[in-house]
């Protein structure tokens, strides 16, 4: 059973930064992939950043790249997201996800979820 815990979010003004943790616990021999997500009032949940398990990887969404950085992983199934210069359109629950066979893959290829951590963004 892997469980997904999240932790982080919060209420801030445009241009602030937040930072995001998770940690993953399952069995031991295993080494995930894991990304973060996030889904908007009334839009589906989309792709922010992942790491591949070596922590030697990342990929970003466009809308966050140069402001998001992802770290971690290392295969210690734990990962941060630290976020700057935060806009009102990052408003979203973002959602740790992890064990997709490809650090790439999209939503429905991350098997585990987190229960999501709310980030508002005021302008």
């Known amino acids: 059973q892997v469980h997904l815990v999240e932790s982080g979010g919060g209420s801030v003004q445009a241009g602030d930064s937040l930072r995001l943790s998770c940690a993953a616990s399952?069995?031991?021999?295993?080494?995930?992939?894991m990304a973060w997500f996030r889904q908007a009032p009334g839009k589906e949940r989309e792709f922010v950043a992942a790491?591949?398990?070596?922590?030697?990887?990342?990929a970003y969404a466009d809308s966050v790249k140069g402001r998001f950085t992802i770290s971690g992983n290392n295969g210690e199934n734990t990962m941060s997201l630290q976020m700057n210069s935060l806009k009102p359109e990052d408003t979203a629950v973002y959602y740790c996800a992890a064990g997709a066979v490809t650090y790439r893959g999209g939503v429905n290829d991350y098997p585990y979820w987190g229960q999501g951590t709310q980030v508002t963004v005021a302008a």
């Open positions: 790491i591949r398990w070596t922590g030697d990887s990342t």
């Open positions: 399952g069995p031991a021999f295993r080494r995930y992939n």
